[in-house]
């Protein structure tokens, strides 16, 4: 999951080296008033807390910084996407992890579940392969979809169904 992980965060980082910080900060009525920075933050803001927790054996992506610099600054962003490049390279895929989670809107049910590295790096790739989607849904509301590649945003699965298919 590693190299998944890393190819994910590649990607996020190439569409970061070519947007303008206007457009990254720009909100979309597509995105329900967000900008796609906000969307690259928490993207990115998971996987600051799997690497932090992949030391501490715990993970809670309810506990997320939400860094406006992250959000408002693609260099920045950048930075960040460096360092978790550097830092998903040092976690132990088997490693287990417990999982802290509030499934609930009144904040009263903290649960705790066991899982691993692995487990957790297959969902902030998928994670952000959904946020991808909705980043690109932005892009083409700007006019902007010419900044990302057609894989950006669509399920490792897809890709290969349209591949089988022909459809590529």
């Given at each position: 999951?590693?190299?998944s992980?890393?190819?994910?965060?590649?990607?996020?980082?190439?569409?970061?080296?070519?947007?303008?910080?206007?457009?990254?900060?720009?909100?979309?009525?597509?995105?329900?008033?967000?900008?796609?920075?906000?969307?690259?933050?928490?993207?990115?803001?998971?996987?600051?807390?799997?690497?932090?927790?992949?030391?501490?054996?715990?993970?809670?992506?309810?506990?997320?910084?939400?860094?406006?610099?992250?959000?408002?600054?693609?260099?920045?962003?950048?930075?960040?996407?460096?360092?978790l490049?550097?830092?998903?390279?040092?976690?132990?895929?088997?490693?287990?992890?417990?999982?802290?989670?509030?499934?609930?809107?009144?904040?009263?049910?903290?649960?705790?579940?066991?899982?691993?590295?692995?487990?957790?790096?297959?969902?902030?790739?998928?994670?952000?392969?959904?946020?991808?989607?909705?980043i690109?849904a932005?892009?083409?509301?700007?006019?902007?979809?010419?900044?990302?590649?057609d894989?950006?945003?669509?399920?490792?699965?897809?890709?290969?169904?349209?591949?089988?298919?022909?459809?590529?």
């Open positions: 999951m590693k190299s992980a890393k190819e994910n965060l590649l990607q996020l980082k190439d569409l970061l080296t070519r947007i303008s910080e206007s457009v990254y900060t720009r909100t979309s009525e597509v995105l329900s008033g967000a900008t796609i920075g906000q969307h690259v933050r928490h993207i990115l803001e998971c996987y600051l807390l799997l690497v932090s927790g992949s030391f501490t054996g715990v993970v809670s992506y309810d506990k997320r910084q939400r860094d406006e610099r992250i959000e408002n600054d693609p260099d920045f962003a950048i930075s960040i996407v460096n360092k490049l550097k830092g998903i390279s040092t976690i132990r895929e088997d490693e287990r992890i417990e999982l802290e989670a509030d499934y609930s809107t009144d904040g009263n049910r903290e649960n705790r579940l066991i899982t691993s590295a692995d487990r957790e790096l297959a969902y902030c790739v998928e994670h952000s392969i959904h946020h991808q989607a909705l690109k932005g892009l083409t509301d700007f006019g902007k979809q010419h900044l990302i590649d894989h950006f945003g669509v399920d490792y699965s897809t890709l290969r169904y349209r591949k089988d298919a022909g459809v590529e």
